[in-house]
């Protein structure tokens, strides 16, 4: 039945990530981001989208979303949903859009698969171990250079082809705060605080890569 209290439409938006709000500790579920007129918006993540994410989305980030708006006539509140969203060609010029609503979860795996394979050919194509790094995003660990690690994380995996197995997420408060940056390394879960980013390819290696 037609749902005459509901407005339904698309939607697009640019604008700069101030804070992401977490589910159950760990589980990314939406974004604030401030538009170009300084407007305040809460963006929800389709499901699709917060599992295939493998960037870190840190606060100061420019991003682009689009997706899906509803519009309830009897209050006027509005809701966004994301399907897709990809980075500001300032921030990155290369990165690729993540679709989710017209391309099913499979192919956007395969699509990681084949990239990973792909950047694998120009190193040594050493074996690879599949896992997920968490990356504290509260503001003591980002004030003690988490967005930095937050690089280095993603360069180190790129250079040896593990964008694909290896996932990178960002996550709530680890309880390490005056130790920052904190990541955890899954699924051993190792911890490491106080991680600098020169110390990242180390660690990538010892933990992600068969020797």
Not at 58 to 82: D, F
Request: with cysteine; glycine share 8%; hydrophobic share 35%.
């Amino acid at each position: 039945m037609y749902n005459s209290c509901k407005q339904v439409s698309e939607f697009s938006l640019e604008g700069e990530i101030l804070s992401q709000i977490f589910e159950d500790g760990d589980k990314l579920k939406y974004l604030r981001i401030s538009g170009d007129r300084g407007i305040e918006y809460l963006v929800k993540l389709c499901k699709e989208l917060r599992t295939s994410l493998s960037l870190v989305l840190t606060p100061g980030l420019r991003v682009k979303v689009a997706g899906e708006k509803q519009h309830n006539l009897k209050n006027g509140k509005i809701k966004l949903k994301a399907y897709s969203l990809k980075l500001s060609e300032s921030e990155n010029p290369a990165q690729p859009q993540v679709d989710t609503k017209n391309t099913p979860v499979a192919t956007l795996t395969c699509d990681r698969e084949i990239h990973s394979r792909t950047a694998s050919q120009t190193a040594e194509n050493p074996a690879k171990i599949k896992g997920k790094i968490l990356v504290c995003q509260k503001s003591d660990c980002q004030k003690r250079g988490g967005a930095a690690v937050c690089k280095a994380l993603e360069n180190a995996l790129n250079s040896r082809g593990l964008a694909g197995p290896v996932t990178v997420q960002g996550t709530g408060c680890l309880k390490q705060c005056k130790a920052g940056p904190n990541i955890v390394l899954m699924p051993d879960k190792t911890r490491y605080s106080r991680i600098k980013p020169a110390e990242i390819p180390a660690l990538i290696d010892k933990h992600f890569v068969v020797k």
